[in-house]
């Protein structure tokens, strides 16, 4: 009986999608409760890969689907969005192609900072959530979202989870995430009510805590005791590594079946030493609340996989600004999301400040569309005689050196007093943190030795055996209290970033 009516459901939805209108949040919404159901009825399902919701299209149907959904898109914003009215020309969507569009300005988080609510889709009538993000500048970002971008994004997400068998009745979900990051906590918090799992709101609480609460036994139905599935920073997940490795725990005091991540790079010794020592497999997505609901989920190869009928991925020459279309190519991440599934705050071309390289990825995943790597932050990349080195690349390169602190914390001088990373072919010098009682001599020389097979060309390397000061940033570290941190050091605002 659940079987035809889900089905029911989800012809219903993929109709809606079909004729580019959005689905009502009630049928998203009851596919949760017909999975709950099935839960209930069969137990947890086999569980693996993960189910897709959605449906496949060949390339050129996608490129068609995608297309008509950008006319959409751009016939929206210029119409009701009093930003693009004035910037575009009022007949902006009609004719346009996917090449065509490669042709439009981007839009920065500067030109939201500047114009604010002139984003705003005047005939949105549900706008909910307001987000504020500290910026590099120190100067906020906010935006708006709106009952349905929010509920359907939970939908989406407790489907996906209870479909797959990750978010079920019998889980126990702990979430430190920041409080801070309010789409990213309210959804966290929504799917798991929809899918019926019990959450562990903690937030970033001084890591010693959270270890605790994952190793507690608890009294909770279904048997499970302690907590089965935990969400947090990548870096945070590491530090919980570091931390737990310190006091001696290891796999066996916990319970997780799942641990998942995002907001870092997931460099592959983080993920190592992730699925190490939780000894539960590592998932990860890509994600901000600017491009909502485009997202990508990281496959067993450590690619992210997009659906791009949601939005339109654009890979662009950080320098040349000419879009990117080969495999191997990296660039900048400018994403579109399409109306109508995103309609309260509208972007064209979000120039997302990260860097991704194309990729061609043979794993089975199921999406229609692009394929990346994810390298980082563009403000950490370093161009050196011609070449690019990105934040994945000195990750991957410093992650192996023996000594070097977990997670990897690393600065490299600036060349001027603005702060800006090198740019040119002058040799690099670069501050790395070792972890305690190493040889700080044998850190440096292996560092420097890594960098330099690399291909950079290094002048001095000096290892610290406290975090320095300008070291490349992790998002939470600001917001634990400073005697949390080691001896000596706080983070200056100015040198932590939001998205
Ligand atoms: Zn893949």
Request: a positive charge.
């Amino acid at each position: 009986m659940h079987v035809i009516e889900a089905l029911a459901v989800q012809m219903r939805v993929a109709f809606m999608r079909a004729i580019l209108r959005r689905p009502a949040l009630g049928d998203l919404q009851r596919m949760v409760q017909l999975a709950r159901a099935d839960f209930a009825a069969l137990g947890p399902p086999a569980g693996g890969a993960g189910v897709p919701v959605g449906y496949s299209f060949t390339p050129a149907e996608a490129r068609a689907v995608q297309a008509r959904l950008l006319r959409h898109t751009l016939r929206n914003a210029v119409q009701n969005v009093p930003y693009y009215r004035e910037l575009l020309r009022p007949d902006a969507h009609r004719g346009v192609s996917l090449a065509s569009f490669a042709g439009f300005p981007v839009t920065t988080k500067d030109d939201i900072r500047r114009h604010g609510d002139r984003f705003l889709n005047r005939r949105c009538t549900d706008v909910a959530l307001y987000i504020e993000t500290s910026g590099t500048t120190g100067s906020r970002l906010g935006m708006y979202l709106s009952t349905y971008e929010l509920e359907a994004w939970a939908a989406g997400v407790a489907l996906a989870g209870a479909t797959a068998g990750n978010l079920t009745p019998a889980d126990v979900q702990q979430v430190n995430l920041a409080a801070e990051s309010r789409g990213d906590w309210y959804v966290a918090e929504r799917a798991a009510g929809l899918a019926g799992t019990t959450a562990i709101m903690q937030g970033t609480v001084p890591p010693r805590d959270a270890l605790v609460s994952l190793a507690a036994e608890r009294s909770l139905p279904w048997r499970r005791s302690k907590v089965s599935t935990v969400t947090a920073e990548t870096t945070y997940l590491v530090e919980l590594v570091r931390v737990g490795r310190e006091q001696g725990m290891t796999a066996a005091d916990f319970a997780l079946r799942r641990v998942t991540g995002g907001g870092d790079v997931a460099a592959s010794h983080y993920v190592r030493a992730i699925e190490g020592f939780f000894g539960a497999p590592y998932a990860d997505a890509y994600g901000a609340s600017e491009i909502v609901p485009v997202m990508a989920l990281r496959c067993r190869n450590g690619f992210y996989h997009f659906d791009e009928t949601v939005g339109l991925i654009e890979l662009i020459d950080a320098v040349t600004r000419k879009p990117l279309t080969m495999n191997g190519a990296r660039g900048c991440l400018v994403v579109t999301p399409f109306f109508p599934w995103r309609h309260c705050f509208p972007l064209i071309r979000y120039w997302t400040g990260d860097m991704a390289e194309r990729a061609d990825c043979r794993c089975g995943a199921t999406q229609n569309g692009g394929v990346f790597r994810i390298l980082g932050r563009e403000r950490y990349n370093i161009f050196q005689s011609g070449r690019l080195f990105t934040q994945w690349d000195c990750l991957e390169t410093l992650g192996g050196v023996p000594g070097a602190s977990l997670p990897l914390r690393y600065w490299v001088e600036p060349t001027d007093a603005a702060g800006a990373t090198p740019l040119g072919d002058r040799p690099l010098k670069v501050h790395i943190q070792a972890v305690p009682s190493s040889d700080l001599v044998a850190v440096a020389a292996a560092s420097r030795a890594a960098l330099e097979s690399a291909g950079l060309s290094v002048a001095e390397v000096v290892a610290h055996m406290h975090p320095h000061f300008h070291h490349f940033p992790l998002r939470w570290e600001r917001r634990l209290p400073a005697h949390e941190l080691g001896p000596a050091d706080t983070v200056p605002a100015a040198l932590t970033e939001g998205r």
